[in-house]
């Protein structure tokens, strides 16, 4: 088993950062790829970043630019800075690792990020 907890999140104004942190511990010695994800009220939950044990990272179209995903395999935490925040960044921002490809079976409780006009 893998316990994940976040933690960072909160309100700031827009056009302010955030850096979200993910420690895992735990199973982890055959973690690959981790990732944040975010659910706003009334929205299905969508993938935000994603990178692998090598480093190799993807984003959602929407924060490419913005938000920046790095980990510390030495200290088993996930990051996620995010910066120029939006109002339609605000979610529930949760942090989710995978064994095997892009099959997330692990999942945080999450963090919320309010982002105010």
């Known amino acids: 088993q893998v316990q994940l907890v976040e933690s960072g999140g909160g309100l700031v104004q827009a056009g302010g950062s955030l850096r979200l942190s993910c420690a895992a511990s735990g199973s982890i010695f055959s973690i690959g790829t981790r990732a944040w994800h975010r659910q706003a009220p009334g929205k299905e939950r969508e993938l935000v970043a994603a990178i692998s044990r090598g480093g190799t990272t993807s984003y959602a179209d929407s924060v490419k630019g913005r938000f920046t995903i790095s980990r510390d395999n030495a200290k088993n935490t996930l990051y996620l800075q995010m910066d120029s925040l939006k109002p339609e960044d605000t979610a529930m921002y949760y942090c989710?690792?995978?064994?095997?490809?892009?099959?997330?079976?692990?999942w945080g409780q999450g963090t919320q990020v309010t982002v105010s006009s």
């Open positions: 989710a690792a995978a064994h095997f490809g892009n099959k997330y079976e692990y």
